[in-house]
């Protein structure tokens, strides 16, 4: 069974300051992983996806993750954070036959101080 | 771009009555997904359907049907709805084949509230 571990519910930086999201994760099989973000009232975008290709992933906005098979990671970053950043953050797995379906974690909120 | 379009926003229903949430993808999209998403628990899956008249339960079915006659259309139906189906519910389409890491899109979510 596949599933995400996104430690803590809340992350504030200041503008300007990196941002890095944590996002670690457990599948029987390789995984693909993907970052989502929602804004308020809104629903989730695709920020990046790794699908078994390069490990370091360019997203939209700036951001990046890295897949590190040997630590079951998949954090996302940003060298530096931006007010229009603030939103909640969603890490999510799928696995190889499973219809694209996604199990998510609990999400992480970012809020960026002035 | 892929829309996916959930026809109601916001919604207050009453407990115990029959509530239905439309959802319309606009490209071809074989996979369709229910997600509900609370506050601390991120999103969870209610169910999906992987073609027309399939359907499949996600992690929390229970309370819940779906209904998929048409490959763009997949519904959302509380038979009769409580105040713990109070929340945001997504809908969510995707092209197969699966296991290629294909992009989910979501809907814009609907606000359910149950009085």
């Known amino acids: 069974a596949q599933s995400v571990t996104q430690l803590g519910s809340h992350v504030s930086v200041s503008e300007g300051a990196l941002v890095l999201l944590r996002c670690n994760y457990s599948s029987s099989v390789p995984p693909y992983l993907f970052w989502y973000v929602q804004y308020p009232n809104q629903g989730l975008q695709l920020l990046l996806k790794y699908t078994s290709a390069a490990t370091l992933v360019k997203g939209i906005n700036g951001f990046e993750a890295e897949f590190k098979k040997s630590e079951t990671s998949f954090h996302l970053t940003k060298p530096s954070a931006h007010m229009s950043d603030a939103a909640e953050y969603f890490c999510?797995?799928?696995?190889?036959?499973?219809?694209?379906?996604?199990?998510f974690g609990k999400g992480i909120t970012l809020s960026v101080r002035p | 771009d892929v829309k996916v379009t959930q026809s109601s926003r916001y919604l207050v229903k009453r407990t115990g009555e029959k509530v239905f949430l439309e959802c319309v993808q606009d490209?071809?999209?074989?996979?369709m997904f229910w997600y509900r998403q609370d506050p601390g628990l991120g999103l969870r899956l209610i169910y999906f359907?992987?073609?027309?008249?399939?359907?499949e339960k996600g992690d929390i079915p229970e309370g819940y049907s779906v209904s998929r006659e048409k490959k763009e259309r997949f519904s959302l139906i509380l038979e009769s709805a409580s105040t713990n189906q109070t929340s945001m519910y997504l809908c969510a389409s995707s092209t197969n084949p699966g296991g290629t890491g294909n992009t989910i899109y979501f809907g814009e979510g609907s606000w359910l509230t149950v009085v």
């Open positions: 359907s992987y073609d027309v008249k399939m359907k």
């Open positions: 999510a797995v799928s696995e190889a036959g499973a219809n694209s379906k996604l199990t």
């Open positions: 490209m071809d999209h074989e996979n």
